[in-house]
């Protein structure tokens, strides 16, 4: 599997989901293509990754801009 472009690590939901449509809003408004998504971690936390790396992890993710 390849290295994840992007990811950051969170201990609560919440906080993750937040911090992962904020980066959904700005890429939207920078006109970018990046779509950023919310997994599982893999030390029962939460992680960010763009969404390929999401895909390719097999599992399931969510999104909201």
Not at 26 to 55: E, H, M, Q
């Amino acid at each position: 599997m390849k290295q994840p472009t992007y990811i950051k690590r969170m201990s609560d939901y919440n906080e993750a989901f937040n911090w992962m449509r904020v980066k959904n809003q700005s890429a939207k408004r920078a006109c970018c293509n990046n779509i950023f998504c919310l997994v599982d971690g893999p030390d029962d936390d939460f992680a960010i990754v763009d969404l390929r790396t999401a895909i390719d992890l097999g599992g399931s993710y969510e999104w909201a801009q």
